[in-house]
C-alpha cells in the first residue's frame, strides 16, 4: 500500500468539495480510514471567483518526509501554488483549453460570415430588377 | 459615604498609578505585537515588542522627526508610541470606574454580586478593579495606513486559459501569527501573486475567524450610513465596532475613526470619549493635524487647567519645531496660563476662540478667588 497525499471527495450532489488528506492511496476516500487531514480545495469558485485552496505546509512537508506522494492533481494544484514547480499537465490542459477556445473563436467567426453572405445573398435575390439594371 | 470614598480612592489611585514602579506607564505589548509594521519606511527603525523584550529602549524613542516631512506625516505610529505621548493620553483620559464598569447588555453579562464587605476588603477591590480597568483603556494604536501589498512571485503566461477563476492559496500551518500568514493568488492570466490586503482580510476571516468581525464591509460603515450613526451621537459605539471590524493601519479604520473624531469636534462632544479607550487616540490625531484649538476651548471651559497645560505641552512634544514650543522653551519658569497663551497667539489656528475662552477662565479665576491648578 502507497502512502498518497490526495484528493477526498466530500460535498454532495452537484456541489464537489475536496479535503486534501494523507491515507493509503487505495482506501475508499470518504469511508476509508484518513491518516491526517492537511488542507481543503473548494472547485467551485465563489462570489469574487476564487477558488479556495488551504494546505498547512508543515504537516505536508512532514508527511513528504515520511514517504507520502501526491498524486497527480494534488501536484497540479501545488503546483499552480507555487510549492512545487508547475506540472507538466497544467500547462498542456492550458494548451488545450487555448486550443479549443481559438477553435470555437474561428467557428463563430466562420458561422457569422457565412451568415452575413447568406443575408447578402438573400436580398440581391429579392431585388433582382435594380440589380440588373445597376449591372447594366 | 461611598461617593465620597469613590473620589478620594480614583484620586489616590492616579498618583500610585503613575508613580508606582509596579505599574509603569506601559504600551501594551501585546497589543503592539500584531503591529509589527508599525514604521513604514527603514527596517532599523522599527518598533516592535516582543516577549522578554522589557520594551526600555524601544519605547524611549524619542519622537518622530520634524513635523513638516512627508515621512512623519504619513506615519503617526512614531509620535503615538513616544512614551512621554502615552503618559499624557493616559492622564487626560481619566479613569471613571462608574463609566468604565458601565452595564453594557452582551452576551455573557452576568447578574452583578452584592457582597458585605469591610472597608479594607472595600478598598482591596477598589485597587484591582482599577488595574483591570487599565486593560480596559489600552489605547489602539494610531498608525499610518498600510502600504498595499504588491508582489509578484511568478509569471507563468503559458498557463492562461486553464482557469477562468482566482486560485487563492491559504496556509494554514499551526501557530503562525494572523499577519505573517501566506496568502498568495493564482491569477488566470497565470501570474502567481501575493494576495493584497483586502483579499488577506476576507480570507484570514473565512479560515482563522475573530469574533465581532464580518466579511466584508459591514453596513454601518457605508459613508450615509455612518453619518446617520454619527448624528444619533453612537460615537463610542462606532469607534468600539471599527475596532474589531478592522485592523488599526485599515485605510477604512482611519477613515471611520477620523469621520468619528471630526464629528465629535463638531459637536463639541468630546467628554462622550472621556475615560474610554478611544478618548487617548481622538486627542493624538487633533494634536498630529494640528485641530487642537475647539478642544483646548472646552477644557477651558470645564475650567481644568491641567488638561488645558497637558494638551498643549502634547502639542510640543508632536510638533516640537513649533513657534509656541521653542518660546516656551525659552521661558523654563512659565506658568501653565502663559504656556498656553503662547500656544493660543503663535499656533492656534482659531486665534480668537481660543484667547476668549483663556480670559474667561482668568475671570472665573479671578472671581473664585484661586488660581492653583483645578482638575
Known amino acids: 500500500m502507497a502512502l498518497a497525499i490526495r484528493f477526498a471527495l466530500f460535498g454532495c450532489t452537484n456541489r464537489p468539495f475536496f479535503h486534501i488528506v494523507v491515507m493509503e492511496k487505495r482506501r475508499a476516500q470518504r469511508s476509508g480510514k484518513i491518516k491526517e487531514m492537511i488542507g481543503s480545495y473548494d472547485p467551485m469558485p465563489n462570489q469574487d471567483n476564487q477558488k479556495l485552496v488551504a494546505v498547512d505546509f508543515q504537516k505536508l512537508q512532514k508527511w513528504l518526509g515520511f514517504g507520502a506522494v501526491p498524486t497527480k492533481h494534488v501536484a497540479e494544484l501545488l503546483g499552480l501554488g507555487g510549492f512545487y514547480p508547475i506540472h507538466p499537465m497544467s500547462y498542456i490542459k492550458a494548451k488545450r483549453k487555448r486550443t479549443l477556445m481559438e477553435k470555437q473563436v474561428a467557428d463563430m467567426q466562420a458561422k457569422e460570415e457565412t451568415q452575413e453572405t447568406a443575408a447578402i445573398q438573400v436580398n440581391e435575390d429579392t431585388q433582382p430588377d435594380s440589380t440588373e439594371d445597376a449591372s447594366q | ?375
Open chain 2, 1 to 375: 459615604m461611598a461617593a465620597s470614598m469613590k473620589c478620594a480612592w480614583a484620586r489616590c489611585l492616579s498618583t500610585i498609578l503613575l508613580n508606582s514602579t509596579k505599574h509603569r506607564c506601559q504600551i501594551s505589548q501585546p497589543l503592539y505585537a500584531s503591529c509589527s509594521n508599525i514604521t513604514g519606511d527603514s527596517g532599523n527603525d522599527e518598533i516592535i515588542f516582543r516577549k522578554g523584550e522589557g520594551g526600555t529602549d524601544q519605547t524611549r524613542q524619542e519622537a518622530g522627526p520634524a513635523d513638516d516631512t512627508k515621512k512623519h506625516r504619513r506615519d503617526p505610529g512614531k509620535a503615538f508610541t513616544d512614551v512621554r505621548v502615552q503618559k499624557i493620553l493616559l492622564r487626560l483620559t481619566g479613569l471613571d470606574l462608574d463609566k468604565v464598569y458601565e452595564y453594557r447588555a452582551a452576551k455573557g453579562a452576568g447578574v452583578a454580586k452584592v457582597a458585605l464587605m469591610s472597608d479594607q476588603q472595600l478598598k482591596k477591590v477598589y485597587e484591582s478593579a482599577s488595574y483591570k480597568a487599565l486593560r480596559k483603556l489600552q489605547m489602539p494604536p494610531v498608525l499610518g495606513a498600510r502600504e498595499p501589498i504588491d508582489e509578484v512571485l511568478s509569471e507563468d503566461p503559458e498557463l492562461e486559459g486553464l482557469n477562468t477563476s482566482k486560485l487563492v492559496f491559504i496556509d494554514i500551518s499551526q501557530r503562525v501569527p494572523l499577519k505573517k500568514r501566506t496568502i498568495v493568488v493564482r491569477e488566470p492570466n497565470g501570474t502567481l501573486r501575493k494576495a493584497s490586503w483586502e483579499e488577506r482580510d476576507v480570507t484570514l476571516q473565512k479560515y482563522f475567524p475573530q469574533s465581532g468581525r464580518k466579511i466584508g464591509l459591514p453596513r454601518m460603515f457605508q459613508q450615509d450610513n455612518l453619518e446617520c450613526m454619527l448624528d444619533d451621537g453612537k460615537h463610542e459605539y462606532i469607534l468600539n465596532r471599527a475596532c474589531s471590524q478592522f485592523e488599526i493601519d485599515d485605510p477604512e479604520y482611519i477613515r471611520v475613526t477620523q469621520r468619528t473624531y471630526e464629528h465629535i469636534d463638531g459637536n463639541g462632544k468630546f467628554e462622550d470619549l472621556r475615560s474610554t479607550r478611544h478618548f487617548g487616540p481622538m486627542i493624538f490625531y487633533f494634536t498630529y493635524y494640528k485641530k487642537i484649538d475647539k478642544l483646548l476651548v472646552a477644557f477651558l471651559e470645564e475650567e481644568s487647567l491641567e488638561d488645558s497645560l497637558d494638551l498643549v505641552k502634547l502639542y510640543h512634544i508632536v510638533h516640537p519645531s513649533c513657534k509656541s514650543a521653542e518660546k516656551v522653551a525659552s521661558m523654563p519658569d512659565a506658568t501653565p496660563l502663559e504656556i498656553i497663551r503662547a500656544f493660543a497667539e503663535m499656533d492656534a489656528t482659531q486665534k480668537s476662540l481660543v484667547q476668549q475662552a483663556i480670559q474667561t477662565y482668568e475671570k472665573e479665576c479671578d472671581s473664585t478667588g484661586s488660581t492653583q491648578l483645578r482638575r
